[in-house]
């Protein structure tokens, strides 16, 4: 498995690009690393489909965000997390609490949590949503995790920054970027939708900083002329909520114990912030998931409140996701009409 360490940086960027004029989008001018980022994407929709064979896909290697070292500082107090005005968009369909697996155990880490398989059909509402996301970055293919979230263009995947983008100075966008929604054992019972455009946040583009690893992608229609939500449905996206929740964690983990075959969910309640960037502290929750699950969604409720981003190398029972802030509005601000 490759493992990613991170030097978190803290200097400011000069000369970031603005943020886009989506309607609602916030826009604070002392917020840059909050400000939205994207890619065209020139790769024919086609020629991304034709590139990830069964063979590629299956040796896609799991990106693994594992830092070196303890978390920055933690603390349970949820008081200091909202950056700005509750916003939400809805679901396209009510949800009802994900039934827990039968015979799931706790598990019992530095923060108690359940983590099972996802037994019903995965082709079944709202495990559609949930995917593997497949691209290629420095001549290799990797594999992260995503949710299709609803909006107007019914276009949206939702991911970690560094699913979309390597982060930092000198990095790039990855290319032959896809989502495969229900993806179990190599089935791909809605195709594969390739990105026309990838998005993420300034703080992650420019600085690697992980209180902003969100990305997104607008993907293209299928060969019907079919959009994403209409086929899979969508999850609803929320920001700026309380971090004491308990959250539904989904991912394929693909580095050991896990093979990247299946859909896995984590449960745990907020457990602990972190302060790894500049941004507003990440959140931790209990969960085992390895490389392969980083991007996948945070749900409460059927809203996606975070994403699966970085782990410590002491805390393998511990996953950090970006807090939901004005970045994360902005973000979604910026692509729900692409």
């Known amino acids: 498995m490759r493992r990613i360490y991170v030097a978190l940086a803290a200097a400011l ?22 400000r939205a980022v994207s890619k065209q994407v020139r790769q024919p929709a086609k020629a991304v489909k034709r590139y990830w064979t069964k063979e590629r896909m299956r040796t896609a290697i799991p990106l693994d965000l594992t830092l070196a070292g303890s978390a920055q500082q933690q603390s349970q107090d949820a008081a200091a997390t909202s950056q700005g005005r509750p916003g939400s968009y809805a679901p396209t369909a009510p949800v009802a609490r994900p039934a827990r697996a039968a015979g799931a155990s706790q598990e019992l880490g530095p923060y108690p949590y359940y983590r099972y398989e996802v037994t019903a059909p995965y082709t079944s509402y709202p495990y559609s949503t949930h995917g593997k996301v497949f691209f290629s970055s420095g001549g290799l293919n ?25 982060g930092g100075a000198g990095q790039t966008w990855h290319s032959n970027w896809a989502f495969v929604p229900a993806y179990k054992d190599g089935s791909r019972p809605f195709g594969t939708w ?36 209409d086929v899979v449905g969508g999850r609803g996206i929320t920001w700026n ?20 075959e299946r859909l896995i969910i984590c449960e745990s309640w907020f457990a602990a912030n972190d302060f790894p960037g500049s941004g507003p502290a990440t959140m931790a929750i209990g969960c085992d998931m390895t490389g392969g699950s980083s991007g996948g969604g945070w749900i409460v409720n059927g809203y996606t409140h975070s994403v699966n981003s970085y782990k410590y190398n002491n805390q393998p029972e511990v996953m950090y996701g970006p807090y939901h802030g004005d970045g994360a509005a902005n973000l979604f601000n910026s692509v729900r009409n692409r």
């Open 13 to 34: 960027v000069v000369g970031m690009l603005p943020l886009a004029t989506s309607a609602g989008a916030v826009d604070r001018s002392d917020a840059r690393s909050e």
């Open 142 to 166: 990797y594999v992260c995790s995503g949710t299709a979230i609803n909006a107007e263009n019914k276009s949206v995947v939702w991911t970690a920054g560094h699913c979309v983008h390597g």
């Open 194 to 229: 390739s990105a026309r455009e990838l998005w993420s946040l300034n703080g992650w583009i420019y600085n690697a900083d992980l209180t902003y690893d969100l990305g997104a992608a607008v993907v293209y229609t299928n060969a019907w002329g079919q959009r994403l939500v």
């Open 241 to 260: 909520q309380s971090r004491n929740q308990y959250f539904y964690s989904h991912g394929y983990p693909a580095g050991w114990p896990f093979n990247g």
